[in-house]
Structure formats: structure tokens, C-alpha cells
């Protein structure tokens, strides 16, 4: 568990995540738990009924209304010492080069890759630790990256997959896959435990397995060869 000096660490760190649905959303809840400094979480459009099979910040009362705003509200109601910022959009270039800089992990859950990359990017321009969560159906997926010292996300994809807009989505696989993300990531804000720097952890629901691989860096990663 977590020292007296490691929550302390905690509490006065920063972590955006976007998006904050299935995934994003069990992630910004064990952070706010935990008792995170501050979340800023992004996330754009209004709760649709077809959301509330996996997105754990919203409700039927929520629907028809913005995601962020009632998603930070939620969060707010949890533990009234989390300051939480809540941003009505999914940032563009500029938007999350300046949110990595005033932020001290980014976690990312986005269902795009053209996202994943750009908040990937972002991390590694700050120089901060970056965590991918992704899903699809009964996986679930994690990458933590340490800039400079493992690969990136771009090392791995260094141009983004076709995106799928219809997706399988089990709400008891992404919130798994969520909260795994926010364990790395109070790992690293505690100094607990051993986050998984450079590897990609795999949880495959159907068959029940565990995996984890090493990553390699790319030597031409036009992202992180340079830092
Ligand atoms: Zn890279």
C-alpha cells in the first residue's frame, strides 16, 4: 500500500484523462478515491442512452446533457478535497500540448487513434509518463510509456489504424481496463509498486489470460527518437 510520504505524492499530482467513458470514467473515479491532487478530464458531446452499458460517471438523469460537465460533478461528489476540471471538448494539438504541461501523467482513453497518438505525442513533448488504456469486445489493453526511456505509442503505431466507429464495448471489461490504468498511474505518482514502463499488458476476457509483452523502441519514431 501506499507510505505516508506516497500519498502525500499523490495528492499534490495532476492527471488528465481523456475521455472519460468506459474507461476514462472507472480511471478518474480510483483516482479520485485514491485522493489525486487534481483531474482534469475531457470529454466532448451529451450522454446517450446507449452510454449507460459502460459509462460509469453518467446516468439516466445525465441523458441529453454534456458529458463533462456531469461527469465532474460526479466526480466532485466523491471526495470533496479533488480539485477536478472538466473540459467539454477532446483537445486538439495545442490544447494538449498545454494540458501535458501542467500535468504530471496523462492517461489516455480515447476510442480513436488519431487521439491516442496526439495525447502520446503530447506526453512525450512534456516529458511526463503517458498511459494507454484501449478495448475491444472482451480485451483489454495497457501501454505505459516513459519518454526518452521506453517506446511510445508511436513506436508501435507509427501511422493510426482505420478507425472502427462500431465497436464492441463490455462495460465489465473497460472499467477492469480503467482501473488498471489508474493503479499505474498512482503507482508512478506514489512511487509504489512496479509500473509497467515499456510493456503492453494484455487482458484477454474471453479466455480468462493475462499477457504481457516488451516494447521496442523505433529507432525512426518520428514522435520519440529524438528525446
Ligand atoms: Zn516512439
Known sequence: MLSAAGQERLKNATVLITRVGGMGGP?????TMAGVGRLIIAHGGKMISADLNRQVLGCESALGKPRAAEFGDYLRTMNRFVEVEAIPHEPDDSEAAELARRSDVIISCPPTFEERLRLNR???QAGIPFIDAAQWGMTGTL????????????CLYPD???FEEFFPVLGAISSATGSLAALEAIKILSGSGKPLWG???TYDGYQGNVTKIKLNRRETCACCAGV
Not at 501501454?143 to 508511436?154: F, K, M, N, S
Open 122 to 124: 503530447a506526453a512525450v
Open 160 to 162: 493510426a489504424p482505420p
Open 143 to 154: 501501454i505505459v510509456v516513459q519518454p526518452g526511456q521506453t517506446a511510445c505509442l508511436e
Open 27 to 31: 480511471a478518474a473515479m480510483m483516482l
Open 199 to 201: 510493456q503492453m499488458l
